[in-house]
């Protein structure tokens, strides 16, 4: 499976591919209209600069509990070895790189436009800079 970031997370797109897929998801609905999704297993990333062809392989086992909520706001629950985007007016508050890796606990919520963060909080640490190791 392959997917791209937008340019807008590094300042160039980054390609994933994606290495070991050993997670699980489940899937739960309430009648509120929100969907949890909790992840966990094992999983491994490629991620490469599409302009210069550098890539890096992480591992993004997590687990994750994600809740998209039903006016499109979302609540984010990762721990382990997850990585994590931010838009660039998102990145200047807690002082976070575009697209990171990090290890530990973060909690972050998202407003209903589904892009812009509206709280983070990392107990943990950023493993990788995405954006750097790319550049």
Not at 27 to 45: D, E, Q
Not at 87 to 112: E, H, M, N, V
């Amino acid at each position: 499976m392959h997917f791209t970031e937008p340019a807008v997370l590094c300042g160039f797109k980054i390609r994933g591919t994606q290495l070991v897929d050993k997670a699980y998801i489940k899937t739960l609905n309430t009648t509120g209209g929100s969907t949890t999704f909790l992840a966990t297993g094992y999983a491994k990333i490629a991620l490469s600069n599409l302009a210069n062809g550098k890539t890096i392989t992480e591992n993004t086992s997590g687990p994750v509990k994600l809740i998209v909520n039903a006016d499109g706001s979302s609540i984010y629950l990762g721990k382990g070895h997850q990585p994590f985007g931010l838009a660039p007016a998102d990145q200047k508050r807690p002082k976070l790189p575009g697209l990171f890796i990090f290890t530990g606990a973060l909690t972050a919520t998202t407003a209903p436009d589904g892009i812009t963060t509206t709280s983070l909080t990392l107990h943990g640490h950023m493993v990788v800079d995405v954006c750097a190791a790319l550049s």
